[in-house]
């Protein structure tokens, strides 16, 4: 939605009051459940409210949203008319359903689309996902899962297979825990049990495997990355609640999930299967490249982005991750993971805004991708289990890592959004 549009409530002024309400609370449901941040998804109901003749204070949560409205002709003095309530799930990204409610807003602010008619229209991309969905779904778990093997573990071919193989796995509980209220509470674990159990299996009793690195490529998409990433950036822009909110829930799936995989361990042990931990031959370096294609092709399906963003999206997957890598490489005396990682978010989020400002779209489409490959998501799994492995020392040392490449991605994003001033709330 265009921050920088002239104000034009005086067209809704004959339309009713619980009309406008309507589409703004339905608006806010659709830009939660597909992942909009606390920020942005208050900056984007506040500015459409303005332009219906509404003032709307809202307040967003992982989990809630509490929006109030009042006229925006009674000034100063006015008090506010409705307060909606709404509790919801946390949302997952869905860029193409997230391009479709901006284009929908975009119009019905400018008058071209009735507002009931855009109500209907919002409400109508809650529609679940059909089964193509599902299964583009999954293997984008197994896609993602391989390619991390081989681009950041560098790990053997076998390693990279048996990672993709576990990772559709991976994806197919997930779809399953979707549609179950239960075993959505305990996925995490579950997967992370599943992916242990099964590679230690594999390496007992079929071909040696890096145990580690398969175990981390195949959970690489539960690992909440973009989570831990999300909760800093909300709290570093004081919305505190939001913010601690989400860091507290991206603890727990890490908790879960190396609670799984200690479990699995553990139970392996018990039936007497050993894993034989082998490192067989890394694979050539030339293959980073192609891994990378098909990484930034894993995380358009991931992301369910729209066809015609796909090219948009491999682009900002590849910049995200060069430059996070050459930036490293050019670092000189100051550390290199943290400083690949500040230009890489430094560039993306310039990439995002320049997007966003000339095709009219959400810039959400280059942001959300791009860094998913510079997110430290994986080394807080590390640093977790590291602590309840009792290696206090490595784990203490491991977990500030996590919170120096923190700090540098979301320095790079706020940087980048002043080299580059949004034009537009998402």
């Not at 009042?70 to 860029?95: C, F, I, K, W, Y």
């Not at 690949?340 to 997007?355: D, E, M, W």
Request: glycine letters at 10%.
């Amino acid at each position: 939605m265009s921050a920088g549009d002239p104000i034009n409530g005086q067209q809704f002024a004959t339309t009713a009051l619980n009309t406008r309400i309507a589409f703004l609370l339905e608006l806010a449901r659709r830009l939660h459940q597909y992942g909009t941040s606390a920020p942005r998804l208050e900056m984007a109901i506040a500015r459409a409210a303005k332009r219906m003749g509404l003032v709307a204070d809202v307040w967003s949560s992982p989990t809630a949203i509490i929006i109030s409205f009042a006229d925006l002709g009674q000034g100063e003095e006015g008090v506010a008319q409705s307060t909606q309530v709404m509790r919801l799930a946390p949302g997952d990204v869905n860029l193409a359903r997230l391009c479709e409610a901006d284009e929908i807003a975009d119009r019905a602010i400018a008058g071209e689309l009735d507002l009931r008619e855009g109500f209907h229209r919002l409400r109508a991309l809650g529609l679940p996902d059909t089964r193509r969905d599902k299964i583009g779904l999954i293997a984008s778990y197994g896609l993602s899962a391989g390619s991390i093997a081989a681009l950041f573990l560098h790990s053997s071919w076998v390693d990279v297979l048996v990672a993709g193989m576990i990772g559709v796995i991976i994806g197919g509980i997930t779809v399953l825990a979707g549609s179950r209220p239960r075993l959505a509470v305990a996925s995490d674990a579950i997967c992370a049990m599943v992916a242990t159990a099964v590679t230690i299996v594999v390496s007992a009793f079929v071909v040696p495997l890096a145990i580690k690195s398969v175990v981390l490529a195949s959970l690489i998409v539960l690992i909440p990355g973009m989570s831990l990433t999300t909760a800093v950036r909300e709290i570093s822009s004081q919305h505190l609640v939001s913010g601690m909110a989400r860091m507290g829930g991206a603890m727990a799936t890490l908790l879960k999930l190396t609670f799984g995989t200690i479990a699995a361990t553990q139970l392996c042990a018990a039936f007497g299967i050993h894993a034989r931990d082998f490192a067989l031959p890394p694979l050539p370096a030339w293959t980073d490249y192609p891994a990378l294609l098909v990484a930034a092709i894993a995380f358009a399906i991931l992301f369910r982005a729209a066809r015609r963003d796909w090219p948009v999206v491999i682009v900002a997957v590849i910049v995200g991750y060069l430059a996070t890598r050459w930036g490293g490489e050019i670092s000189g005396s100051l550390p290199a993971a943290p400083f690949g990682v500040f230009l890489g978010g430094l560039l993306l989020s310039a990439f995002a805004n320049t997007y966003a400002r000339f095709a009219h779209r959400p810039g959400a489409v280059i942001r959300e991708p791009g860094i998913l490959l510079l997110v430290p998501g994986s080394v807080g799994f590390r640093s977790m289990s590291f602590l309840l492995e009792r290696d206090t020392s490595l784990g203490m040392d491991t977990g500030m890592l996590l919170l120096t490449l923190l700090v540098s991605l979301v320095a790079g994003l706020m940087f980048g959004d002043l080299l580059v001033s949004p034009r537009r709330s998402l």
